[in-house]
């Protein structure tokens, strides 16, 4: 076992410490703070030595600057409280680098999209920035982020121990323009059980071979709308979290070009639209829009939770004693047949950093093994490194980690993140968000609806890159 304090002096320098924390406000220069104190030191993964290939493995160390020379860095690491561990890793390298002058900007997710196009405009974006895969594409097109493929090659970065497809997701033309620190495989694909409820209903309780057909049938026998217990609470809003239904039936909801939306034209997407549908409409088996308000798994109203990984760590905490529990990979469709949707968030280099080199060092502290199993063991975010997810650690938590990281290397199933052509992401998920609810709930009639939903989002589609 590896000694569970951890230095995290990953390169070598001999720089004098100037560390800066402050928050960043929307369009604003940071704030200069006082120095701070070192993190404590994160737990080393027990992986045997050698096992997992650091991003910095056989890579230069921090560039020295000439005597005296001090070099300015900044970073936007994300404000949330399950992400503390950004903040952390980039104080940790301001303090291995000494004579690094570090500026950490702390910045809301959800308003990180538009942030990064308004420092762009006015050049202000930090030397190294998060991004997360909706709004990423868009960014690097419009010239936000550097091309760090010859940054790869000098400094020997493993890419072995990511995820292919998380690889592929930080990548725009053939070019490599971040790369990833966690990844989810969809919002709604990954099925929480409440095991008392199927106890009391005399319902087996799932395997991941279970198919779409028994998940409808236990759905629908769980369901007791008079006490306010459903069997399901699917409901993909979003245009990738239905395509992720859409796969298990072969379907898709771009055209592989990404130029066509499909959710009528192919009628496999279609039928996954239908089966969503029919879970309130036909069977019963999900609360209505009225019946919904107030319902949740974790007070033991739903049987069958479709939610993501990144909540398996939390869910122990939410639901106490309240009921036992467990977790299932999402059913099977057609021809065995389980999509999913790469979902990564990543961090890039700023295209116009006066420091690539020590910028691109940073980007790899924050990407380290030991780095994403600090994140992971102490905040349950899981990493874009599938050797995390197969660990010990992982296990102890639960073994969903282990299974979905096979699952995913058995090459059977597809999960790019659908992005179209344009990159016009924002507008096209906004507009189906906004569409397809009432048409799940049955408001609507499913042949109009679902016409409106392909008309409206083609037109987003067909539009140039903006």
């Given at each position: 076992?590896?000694?569970?304090a951890?230095?995290?002096?990953?390169?070598?320098?001999?720089?004098a410490?100037?560390?800066?924390v402050?928050?960043?406000?929307?369009?604003e220069?940071?704030?200069t703070?006082?120095p701070?104190?070192?993190p404590?030191?994160?737990?080393?993964?027990?992986?045997a030595?050698?096992?997992?290939?650091?991003?910095?493995?056989?890579?230069?160390?921090?560039?020295?600057?000439?005597?005296?020379?001090n070099?300015?860095?900044?970073?936007?690491?994300?404000?949330?409280?399950?992400?503390?561990?950004?903040?952390?890793?980039?104080?940790q390298?301001?303090?291995?680098?000494?004579?690094?002058?570090?500026?950490?900007?702390?910045v809301?997710?959800?308003?990180?999209?538009?942030?990064?196009?308004?420092?762009?405009?006015?050049?202000?974006?930090?030397?190294?920035v998060?991004?997360?895969?909706?709004?990423?594409?868009?960014?690097?097109?419009?010239?936000?982020?550097?091309a760090?493929?010859?940054?790869?090659?000098?400094?020997?970065t493993s890419?072995?121990?990511?995820?292919?497809?998380?690889?592929?997701?930080?990548?725009?033309?053939?070019?490599?323009?971040?790369?990833?620190y966690?990844?989810?495989?969809?919002?709604?694909?990954?099925?929480?059980?409440?095991?008392?409820?199927?106890?009391?209903?005399?319902?087996?309780?799932p395997?991941?071979?279970?198919?779409?057909?028994?998940?409808?049938?236990?759905?629908?026998?769980?369901?007791?709308?008079?006490?306010?217990?459903y069997g399901?609470?699917?409901?993909?809003?979003?245009?990738?979290?239905?395509?992720?239904?859409?796969?298990?039936l072969?379907?898709?909801?771009?055209?592989?070009?990404?130029k066509?939306f499909?959710?009528?034209?192919?009628?496999?997407?279609?039928?996954?639209?239908?089966w969503?549908?029919?879970?309130?409409?036909?069977?019963?088996?999900?609360?209505?829009?009225?019946?919904?308000?107030?319902?949740g798994?974790?007070?033991?109203?739903?049987?069958?939770?479709?939610?993501?990984?990144?909540?398996?760590?939390?869910?122990?905490?939410t639901?106490?004693?309240?009921?036992?529990?467990d977790?299932v990979?999402?059913p099977?469709?057609?021809?065995?047949?389980?999509g999913?949707?790469?979902?990564?968030?990543?961090?890039?280099?700023?295209?116009?950093?006066?420091?690539?080199?020590?910028?691109y060092?940073?980007?790899?502290?924050?990407?380290?093994?030991?780095?994403?199993?600090?994140?992971?063991?102490?905040?349950?975010?899981?990493?874009?490194?599938?050797?995390?997810?197969?660990?010990?650690?992982?296990?102890?938590?639960?073994?969903?980690?282990?299974?979905?990281?096979?699952?995913?290397?058995?090459?059977?199933?597809?999960?790019?993140?659908?992005?179209p052509?344009?990159?016009r992401?924002?507008?096209?998920?906004?507009k189906?968000?906004?569409?397809?609810?009432?048409?799940?709930?049955?408001?609507?009639?499913?042949?109009?609806?679902?016409?409106?939903?392909?008309d409206?989002?083609?037109?987003?589609?067909a539009?140039a890159?903006?």
């Amino acid at each position: 076992m590896s000694d569970p304090a951890l230095t995290r002096r990953r390169f070598v320098g001999s720089l004098a410490l100037a560390l800066v924390v402050a928050p960043l406000a929307a369009c604003e220069q940071s704030a200069t703070a006082p120095p701070t104190t070192a993190p404590r030191s994160a737990p080393q993964p027990t992986t045997a030595p050698g096992s997992v290939a650091s991003p910095t493995s056989g890579a230069r160390a921090v560039p020295s600057p000439a005597t005296g020379e001090n070099v300015p860095l900044s970073i936007a690491v994300r404000s949330d409280a399950l992400f503390t561990w950004q903040t952390e890793a980039a104080k940790q390298f301001g303090q291995d680098h000494p004579s690094v002058t570090l500026t950490i900007s702390q910045v809301n997710y959800a308003d990180m999209a538009k942030k990064q196009l308004v420092m762009l405009a006015s050049g202000t974006m930090p030397d190294v920035v998060f991004s997360g895969a909706k709004w990423f594409s868009y960014s690097a097109y419009k010239g936000a982020f550097l091309a760090i493929d010859d940054f790869v090659k000098q400094a020997n970065t493993s890419l072995d121990d990511f995820f292919k497809d998380a690889i592929a997701s930080c990548q725009l033309d053939g070019k490599l323009y971040g790369l990833p620190y966690t990844l989810n495989t969809g919002n709604t694909n990954i099925i929480y059980y409440n095991k008392d409820l199927l106890a009391a209903k005399g319902v087996k309780e799932p395997t991941d071979d279970w198919t779409m057909d028994k998940f409808v049938d236990m759905a629908a026998k769980l369901t007791d709308a008079p006490k306010h217990i459903y069997g399901t609470d699917l409901l993909p809003t979003s245009y990738y979290d239905l395509d992720t239904w859409a796969r298990s039936l072969g379907g898709e909801i771009l055209s592989a070009d990404g130029k066509q939306f499909t959710l009528a034209a192919d009628p496999k997407t279609e039928n996954a639209a239908r089966w969503v549908t029919e879970l309130r409409t036909k069977h019963h088996a999900a609360p209505s829009r009225a019946d919904s308000q107030g319902i949740g798994f974790p007070a033991g109203q739903i049987a069958l939770n479709c939610d993501a990984t990144y909540d398996v760590g939390g869910r122990g905490k939410t639901i106490g004693n309240r009921f036992k529990w467990d977790v299932v990979l999402a059913p099977v469709g057609t021809g065995g047949l389980r999509g999913y949707e790469i979902f990564v968030s990543m961090f890039s280099l700023y295209s116009k950093t006066k420091h690539p080199s020590e910028a691109y060092a940073l980007l790899a502290a924050e990407l380290s093994p030991e780095t994403a199993m600090h994140a992971f063991v102490a905040q349950g975010l899981p990493p874009a490194r599938p050797s995390i997810w197969l660990s010990p650690e992982a296990g102890k938590i639960s073994s969903i980690f282990g299974r979905v990281s096979k699952w995913l290397a058995d090459g059977h199933d597809r999960g790019p993140f659908p992005m179209p052509n344009n990159l016009r992401f924002s507008e096209l998920d906004d507009k189906f968000t906004n569409l397809i609810p009432p048409i799940y709930y049955g408001e609507v009639a499913f042949d109009d609806g679902i016409k409106k939903v392909q008309d409206e989002c083609q037109q987003i589609v067909a539009l140039a890159r903006g």
